[in-house]
Every structure is written in structure tokens, then in C-alpha cells.
């Protein structure tokens, strides 16, 4: 197995270099830069801007900019904001990951909690009317966009219970301890429901498909000639199976929540990597931009090792040495 990690993770090499070249061909792509954004002063000069832009090196060719941008990421370095003034790009980067990162793993684990369940169930009891319903429901929750869903728990949820703030990510500066944690927690309960919604309801179509389909297999047959009880084969047979193709959604799902919290993030004000995007795009921060995109492209690399390596995990029967 240690191997197979060693040979994986320097196939990322080339593959990153390779999101470099795209990711700087899309941001060089766009039109404008930071300089001719819809907030500039009209009044300053031209040349003053030309002086600003000669500094910041945006004037130069396109290949110096890249390899300046490159050989600045590779130790690490991913530059300036041009957006704000005097602040690196991690430091944006590190002072919104971690609330992204929150998001994200309630996200997933409220898919996980309750996809997983309301699938084996619904699998187990075929063509019943909970089944009907969790069809119903998982149908609803992949044709219902993010944005519509968030907008809908902030008038429901927020503005008619009053159960849960409708943005940000604190209540109030100061708060320490115990207190702290509730009031993340109350935040995170919206953005964190919307974002795993669509996700739940694929979760759920997954595994109920594999379970009903490897419920016809000759092993389970086979197991349940043996005569074990319906639990063991559902538990011990059934479901290690199953859990196969749910590990391989999971290897991208990660960097695909990361990505998906753009939108989320955006309408409750949440101040994550997602906001901190749109914000750049916005702005024409390209820094940002690059490093940002830079970073979810690295999360769905990583996920997708890590699920080759709980594929081995769950079914021993794979083996990549």
C-alpha cells in the first residue's frame, strides 16, 4: 500500500503543474484586472494607473508573470491581495479556511447521518410508502437549487421561527469557550443543511440502488442459505459491499463542497473561502483567484487518494501492491 501512496503522490506533480497552467490561462483570460474595476476612481490619471500596474507587474509578458507566480507558489508563497492592500493571500486564505472547513464537514456529515440510513431502509422495505416518500424527497432535494433552498430556510427557519440566525458565523464578538461553540454551531445549522441537501439525496439513491442490487448476489444467497439472520447479511455482507461506490463519491465530494459553498456561503453571508471568491472575482483579485482554485484542486486530488486507500480498507480483496 505505502507504495502505491509513493506512486500517486508524485503523479500529483505533473497534474498540478498542469492546474497551474490552467488555472493562470483562465484568470489571464478574463477581462480587465484590479485596476479597472467598476469602483475606480475615474478621476485618477492614466499614467498613474500604468505606474500602479508597471508595479505590480501586470504589464509584463505573459510567460514572466507566470513563472514569477509559479516559483513564488512552489515555496509556498502565493503573493499579495491586490484587492486589499498590505494583506498576503494566505493570510485572506487562512483567516476564512477553517469556517469553510466547518461548513463542509457538517455538510457531510448530515448527508452521511441521514442518506445512509434512509437508504438501507428504503431498500429493506421496497416499494413501501416510506420508500415512495424518500424517493419523493430525494427527487425534490436534486432538482432544488442551493440558492432556492438557502433563501427558503432563511425565511422559514430564521425569519418565521427565529430558530437560527440567518448569516454570519457569530452572534457577537468575545464570545469564548462553551458559548463560542453553540453560537458556531447555531450558525453553521442553515448553510450546513442547504449544502448537504442535494448531496443526501444522491447519497440515498446510491445506496439504495447497490443494496438492492447486491442483495441478488449469489454470496448473499449463499449466506443466507448458511442460515444467518437477516441483519448479518444485511450488516456484515450487504452493506461492506454496498459502501463501495459511497466511498468513491466521497473522494470528491469533499473539494466538491468546497467549491458548492460559493453560492451557499454567498447568500448567508458566511464568511468562508467561498465569499472570499466571489468577492476576488468580483474585484478582479487574481491572486486570490489562482490560490483559491489552486487549493480546491489539491482537496480533490487528496480525496481521490484517500479513497483508493478506504477502498482497500472496506474491501479486502483489493490490493494495489
Do not use: C
Not at 500529483?12 to 490561462?25: D, G, K
Not at 443526501?200 to 447497490?210: D, G, I, L, Q
Not at 441478488?216 to 456484515?236: C, E, H, M, P
Not at 453571508?269 to 491572486?287: A, E, K, V
Amino acid at each position: 500500500m505505502h507504495r502505491y501512496i509513493i506512486r500517486r503522490t508524485l503523479q500529483f506533480i505533473p497534474m498540478l503543474f498542469l492546474v497551474t497552467v490552467v488555472v493562470f490561462a483562465l484568470a489571464k483570460a478574463a477581462p480587465g484586472d484590479v485596476l479597472s474595476g467598476e469602483m475606480l476612481d475615474p478621476n485618477i490619471p492614466h499614467e498613474v494607473l500604468e505606474q500602479r500596474r508597471d508595479a505590480l507587474g501586470l504589464n509584463d509578458p505573459l510567460p514572466v508573470q507566470y513563472w514569477s507566480w509559479l516559483s513564488s507558489v512552489a515555496t509556498g508563497d502565493f503573493g499579495n491581495s491586490m484587492q486589499y492592500t498590505g494583506r498576503s493571500v494566505m493570510d485572506l486564505i487562512q483567516s476564512r479556511i477553517m469556517n469553510t472547513f466547518y461548513l463542509s464537514m457538517f455538510a457531510l456529515g448530515v448527508t452521511l447521518a441521514i442518506a445512509i440510513p434512509i437508504g438501507i431502509y428504503s431498500a429493506t422495505k421496497k416499494y413501501s410508502l416510506f420508500d415512495y416518500g424518500a424517493t419523493t424527497f430525494a427527487f425534490l432535494g436534486l432538482a432544488t437549487p442551493n440558492f432556492f433552498a438557502a433563501l427558503l430556510a432563511i425565511w422559514l427557519l430564521s425569519f418565521q421561527f427565529g430558530w437560527f440566525p440567518a448569516q454570519g458565523s457569530t452572534s457577537a464578538i468575545g464570545l469564548t469557550g462553551f458559548e463560542l461553540f453553540i453560537d458556531k454551531l447555531r450558525h453553521l445549522v442553515l448553510p450546513g443543511f442547504t449544502l448537504g441537501l442535494a448531496s443526501t439525496a444522491m447519497y440515498m439513491r446510491y445506496m439504495r440502488t447497490e443494496i438492492l442490487e447486491i442483495k441478488g448476489s449469489d454470496f448473499i444467497r449463499t449466506a443466507q442459505a448458511k442460515g444467518l439472520t437477516n441483519n448479518s447479511v444485511l450488516y456484515k455482507h450487504t452493506l461492506r459491499n454496498a459502501l463501495i461506490p459511497i466511498i468513491t463519491l466521497l473522494g470528491v465530494e469533499f473539494g466538491l463542497l468546497l467549491s458548492g459553498a460559493v453560492i451557499t456561503e454567498n447568500v448567508f453571508n458566511y464568511p468562508g473561502l467561498g465569499t472570499l471568491f466571489l468577492n476576488s472575482i468580483q474585484n478582479r483579485d487574481y491572486p486570490v483567484i489562482m490560490a483559491i482554485n489552486l487549493i480546491l484542486a489539491v482537496t480533490i486530488l487528496v480525496g481521490n487518494l484517500l479513497a483508493d486507500i478506504f477502498y482497500a480498507v472496506v474491501d479486502p480483496r483489493i490490493r494495489y501492491d
